[in-house]
């Protein structure tokens, strides 16, 4: 539960910083369901090619990063924004599920947007190495740094007027030397022009990036946004790796922003029964909807192009 003085905190600026949300009953499988993951995709692309003999996770992370393997779509949480195919990899699993109804998680949501909660399939893992470590053509938010943006603006207009919020969760220290979010000081009253830069971005010369607040946060503590803070960011300067998920959480019945992914709802005062407590159900959710993707024409995830006078 929120006390009086967070909820006001969240609709006055926007975002919410909340210390010690999720205790090690939370965080400690979803470690141990990614140093799994991460131990096979290792053995598979080991087989493949001469990989240093990496002991840990973070060790694995980056020798097989430097060697041009990609880790992060086999251990994120949705499907890509490009083309899908009938083998994308991606990781709907046991720990996860847990993670994303976990009641700690699902009271938050409830004081903000209320008690029909549906789970939004705008989703990922981001684990990010140290900046110096990636590549030079390395544009990805989910490895590196965040450009700014409003999740408003990255959700498809069909959600424009969806009650939603994006709940970022810690999983390790998120400090300003190792890439922590940083938001825009005031609120945005509006949805601001984005364009295809690297990254689906707010236009040059519409957000101040020189007064971002950084927001450091512990591992387990969780930050809220509303869909219209501009919020960014920083990289990763730090020797460690920095390791967060984002989910989206909108009220049921409401476009998603991303209708062609699954959602499900999460809670449901009204009727429990409809409440998803199966992980298996939800993969092979997933699963079903990269099927049908795979033999479709692609659907673009952003509305914003280039060819807007804003962006040139
Ligand atoms: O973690 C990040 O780098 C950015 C996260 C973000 O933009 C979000 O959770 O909406
Ligand atoms: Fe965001």
């Not at 060790?59 to 880790?71: N, P, T």
């Not at 949501?109 to 030079?136: C, F, W, Y």
């Not at 509006?190 to 957000?207: D, E, M, N, S, W």
């Not at 997933?286 to 006078?309: F, G, K, Q, V």
Request: charged residues 25%.
């Amino acid at each position: 539960m929120l006390s009086r003085d967070q909820c006001d905190h969240f609709r006055r600026h926007g975002y919410l910083v909340i210390e010690d949300a999720l205790d090690e009953r939370v965080l400690e499988p979803l470690r141990s369901e990614y140093h799994g993951l991460m131990d096979r995709l290792y053995a598979t692309w080991a087989a493949e090619a001469t990989l240093p003999d990496a002991e840990s996770f973070e060790e694995k992370l980056i020798a097989a990063y430097q060697a041009g393997f990609d880790w992060f779509q086999p251990m994120d949480i949705s499907l890509p924004g490009d083309r899908i195919e009938a083998d994308t990899p991606m990781h709907l699993g046991a720990a996860v599920f847990d993670l994303v109804t976990a009641p700690e998680i699902l009271d938050i949501v409830e004081d903000i947007i209320g008690p029909e909660i549906t789970s939004n399939p705008i989703q990922h893992v981001r684990i990010k190495p140290p900046s110096g470590m990636l590549a030079a053509d390395e544009v990805r938010a989910h490895v590196g740094g965040t450009d700014w943006h409003q999740d408003r603006a990255v959700a498809l207009q069909s959600a424009d007027l969806t009650d939603m919020m994006t709940v970022w969760v810690a999983i390790t220290d998120a400090t300003i030397e190792n890439g922590c979010l940083q938001v825009a000081p005031r609120l945005a009253d509006k949805i601001l022009p984005h364009c295809p830069y690297r990254q689906t971005a707010i236009a040059r010369g519409f957000v101040d990036e020189s007064a971002g607040v950084p927001l450091p946060v512990r591992a387990g503590g969780i930050v809220l946004i509303d869909p219209m803070l501009p919020h960014a960011s920083l990289e990763n300067r730090s020797d460690g790796i920095r390791w967060s998920f984002d989910l989206r959480y909108s009220r049921t019945g409401q476009p998603t922003g991303r209708d062609h992914f699954p959602d499900f709802i999460a809670r449901s005062a009204e009727s429990p029964g409809t409440e998803l407590r199966d992980w298996q159900v939800w993969k092979i959710m997933w699963e079903t909807a990269r099927e049908n993707l795979a033999a479709t024409p692609h659907i673009d995830i952003h509305r914003w192009s280039s060819s807007s006078p804003v962006c040139a």
